[in-house]
């Protein structure tokens, strides 16, 4: 045996589970990965790249690719590809980093608890979409509006029917205006500060918990009909594609809303430098959420994927894919701010006594409602655009969920005869902690959470290439990957991993780290405590688990330590390539440093 086992750590040795399964057929992985950039999470804070930049972000966007975006795809997969395991057990490559596995569990468990707001909202817009006129059309906002508080609120109506209002405020000539499908999500919790950091109070919509309990009920159905990889993966691969159907045919209406269709594409893709200037810093990270929400997903899905399955190859398909997803719901967003500014141009140019501001939130899910308002057959479009939104959301966290859960029954074996009952109670403790989502302090509560995630992920992903790189070595990584591809992997591309990614890695947390510092700064206590047991406690596994598997080894501390970063049981896990793993290796020069490890006698 030329590969070292955890028995002679004094440890129990890591048993495979050989009916994990795999995807129904190879380009469920490729349709699964690219699925991951329905994150929409991060419009709520990376929307700004292409308002302000648009399709010039594709330069800043391509230049991460091939930076770090590819090879940390290519890094994560192969990890998941060799060891046939999630994101815990596949750190077998280096066991006394196994606690960055739970670090990942953790973060992946508390964006789940957060996420399913995605699916809510659309759902809950979707409902009332059906009705005969749309509540936050100008016509359908008179029914509900003069009931939301004392004083009549500004909003868009308003402009597009000329009526005045006195301004509200020290200031004659400015008035804030509110968007009616804004207003509607607000009117929803009766709070009119629903957005606010000092909103006082504390506040439930009903209809929204009711739309967050059916989500999840429906991702518990879904877990407990598709009990397979295989029939979840059939499941992913239609949803995946009706998404994408709604998404081309949203994109094409929203098209068609300027006066001059050709002229807002035109700007879109040729930006003036103007515009293309304050969105270039920020592509960096919006970028990084290509791999989806949490961290370690990559590697779990390629763990599905059959030993010679090309990796480099669809690292880079799925990539590409990502980025036209990203730019079609960029230009939803740009199209939308585009339509917003030219109404509040209109307006400011004919009343030279007051500046009128339309306030624009959360723009890609709520903003866009009353812009489909204005369309012909407006119920139609709505229905069709907050169902794509609905079933993307339920993509990721179903994506999310899978990734999650196959981690644990990985690493834990007396959890896989147990998987439909750990299911159901994993989803939903989940659902009683997303139950905080539907109150007004919580409903926001992912535009801080997705700040800490992106930090967690980029100091995940460095640690990630420090372990395989330097920890593992260069040399058995590129030997590895090159059986596993049966193809030769170039040592450039090896010292590109090693040197140039991390720097851009370097660079990219710390302007994550600036954007979350500022947003804690004016996040409530409840999200702050959320923040440290889910982000920063979290990192104390690291350490942890670095005490606790040396003082189960025997020996000095140096022995201790140098066992500890070996590879325990890191080997193919089917039979087949197995052997041939070992054959090949013994033809190499690695496996006289591998016998010399084997007979290292400890004292």
């Known amino acids: 045996m030329i590969y070292e ?83 815990i057990s596949a750190f077998r490559i280096a066991p006394l980093f196994k606690g960055i596995g739970y670090i990942s569990l953790a973060v992946n468990l508390g964006v789940l608890t957060y996420y399913s707001v995605f699916a809510a909202v659309p759902l809950l817009y979707l409902i009332h979409s059906m009705r005969p006129i749309l509540p936050w059309s100008c016509e359908g906002i008179k029914h509900w509006s003069y009931n939301f508080t004392e004083n009549q609120v500004r909003h868009l109506c308003h402009i597009l029917s000329n009526d005045t209002l006195p301004p509200k405020n020290n200031f004659n000539w400015f008035s804030m205006h509110e968007i009616p499908s804004n207003l509607f999500l607000k009117s929803r919790f009766n709070h009119m500060e629903l957005f606010e950091h000092s909103s006082e109070g504390f506040y439930i919509s009903w209809e929204v918990l009711l739309c967050t309990l059916f989500t999840w009920a429906l991702i518990a159905a879904i877990f407990y009909k598709c009990n397979s990889v295989e029939k979840l993966s059939t499941m992913l691969r239609y949803s995946i594609f009706t998404a994408f159907i709604l998404l081309i045919i949203s994109v094409i209406r929203f098209a068609l809303i300027p006066q001059n269709p050709l002229l807002s594409i035109f700007d879109f893709f040729v930006p003036s430098w103007e515009m293309f200037m304050p969105g270039f810093p920020t592509a960096g990270i919006f970028v990084i959420s290509a791999f989806g929400a949490g961290w370690g997903t990559i590697i779990t899905l390629a763990s599905f994927n059959k030993f010679k399955t090309k990796t480099v190859q669809n690292s880079w398909i799925i990539c590409v894919g990502q980025m036209f997803i ?169 010292y590109m991993l090693r040197f140039v990614s991390p720097v851009c890695l370097v660079l990219l947390l710390l302007a994550a780290i600036f954007i979350s510092l500022m947003y804690h700064f004016v996040g409530a206590t409840v999200v702050q405590i959320a923040a440290v047991l889910f982000i920063v406690l979290p990192w104390l596994y690291v350490p942890g688990y670095m005490i606790y598997i040396m003082l189960q080894t025997t020996g000095t501390f140096k022995t201790r330590f140098k066992r500890c970063c070996r590879p325990m049981d890191w080997y193919p896990v089917e039979l087949e390539d197995r052997q041939r793993y070992e054959q090949t290796m013994r033809n190499t020069d690695m496996t006289h440093q591998l016998h010399e490890l084997e007979e290292e006698t400890v004292t």
């Open 5 to 87: 086992s955890s028995y002679d750590s004094g440890r129990l040795p890591y048993k495979p589970d050989l009916a994990r399964g795999y995807w129904s057929k190879s380009s469920d992985f490729i349709f699964t990965g690219i699925s991951l950039a329905f994150r929409l999470d991060v419009f709520s804070i990376a929307w700004i790249v292409f308002t302000y930049a648009g399709c010039a972000s594709v330069i800043p966007y391509i230049i991460s690719l091939f930076l770090f975006v590819v090879p940390l795809f290519v890094m994560q997969s192969f990890l998941g590809q060799f060891s046939s395991s999630g994101f």
């Open 326 to 494: 990203f730019l079609s719901f960029g230009y939803i967003v740009y199209v939308t701010d585009r339509y917003y500014n030219e109404i509040k141009q209109a307006y400011n140019s004919k009343n030279t006594d007051s500046y009128v501001y339309i306030s624009k939130l959360w723009i890609l899910f709520l903003s866009t409602g009353s812009v489909m308002a204005d369309m012909s057959w407006p119920n139609l479009w709505c229905i069709l655009y907050y169902a794509m939104l609905l079933l993307a959301a339920l993509i990721t966290v179903t994506v999310s969920l899978l990734s999650t859960l196959q981690s644990i029954f990985d690493e834990f074996e007396e959890f896989r005869t147990r998987k439909t009952e750990v299911t159901l109670i994993i989803i939903g403790l989940l659902g009683i902690c997303s139950l905080y989502t539907c109150s007004n302090q919580g409903v926001f509560l992912h535009v801080i959470f997705v700040n800490d995630t992106i930090v967690t992920q980029t100091a995940l992903n460095l640690l990630l290439f420090f372990v395989v790189l330097w920890v593992y070595g260069r040399v058995r990584f590129q030997r590895d990957l090159e059986f596993m591809l049966s193809q030769s992997f170039s040592t450039c591309k090896i």
